[in-house]
């Protein structure tokens, strides 16, 4: 008597039958596959754009640090496609915090907390009005109802989600962040060796500095 494949008992199927996705649910799988891919490169863009305005590569990362929380909500591709849209939403929070706070200190010598301190209170009610319209401008696509709303709703709960979350999170840990990658800057600077009084330094506009 032939031995019975313990897969064929407990499955009931033979052991060289297997299972996968079609249809639907295949080209959703298949379009998820490049979504990390795409998110990457937009999270890239962003980086180099504010490296280049704020001429920095500490602050760019404390900006970007702000839309992990912009993922609540995303639950199939139409919350993923929310997700590219809160990249550049969510964001305008710390931009307008930082950019406060570094215009302070280059121009009205504050120190990193007093001019981060200045910039939630001076940018706290910009940032509220500019998060509210963009969460109420969503709502009617999370709460709506009808035809087509079962593709229209999860877009709308991933931009209300993430705005909510995000607007709770970032106006507590941007300022904690900044002041962080401050500090380490600062540390990093105080590190580098100063080439400044070494013998042979070239002055610009002027000649070598002399060992003695």
Same mark, same amino acid.
């Given at each position: 008597m032939a031995a019975i494949n313990r +897969?064929?008992?407990?499955?009931?199927?033979?052991?060289?039958?297997?299972?996968?996705?079609?249809?639907? +649910?295949?080209? %959703?799988q298949e379009a998820l596959q490049n979504q990390p891919i795409l998110i990457?490169?937009?999270? =890239? +863009?962003? %980086? =180099?754009?504010?490296? @280049?305005? %704020?001429?920095?590569?500490?602050?760019?990362l404390t900006i970007i640090s702000t839309l992990p929380s912009a993922g609540v909500g995303a639950l199939d591709l139409m919350g993923m496609i929310g997700i590219i849209l809160l990249i550049g939403i969510v964001k305008k929070n710390a931009i307008m915090m930082i950019d406060f706070a570094l215009a302070a200190e280059r121009n009205e010598g504050m120190n990193s907390r007093d001019a981060i301190y200045q910039a939630c209170l001076l940018r706290f009610r910009p940032i509220m @009005?500019?998060?509210?319209?963009?969460?109420?401008?969503g709502m009617p696509m999370a709460l709506g109802w009808g035809a087509g709303a079962e593709l229209r709703k999860p877009l709308g709960i991933s931009i209300v989600g993430g705005l909510l979350v995000s607007q709770m999170l970032t106006l507590f840990t941007t300022p904690v962040i900044y002041l962080y990658f401050d500090r380490l800057r600062k540390r990093f600077t105080r590190r580098q060796p100063s080439y400044r009084h070494r013998p042979g330094f070239l002055i610009p506009g002027g000649a070598a500095e002399s060992g003695d």
């Open positions: +897969a064929e008992v407990e499955m009931g199927l033979p052991a060289n039958i297997t299972g996968s996705f079609a249809g639907t +649910a295949r080209a %959703y990457a490169t937009a999270l =890239i +863009a962003v %980086y =180099i754009v504010l490296g @280049m305005l %704020y001429e920095s590569l500490i602050h760019p @009005m500019t998060t509210m319209c963009a969460l109420l401008g």
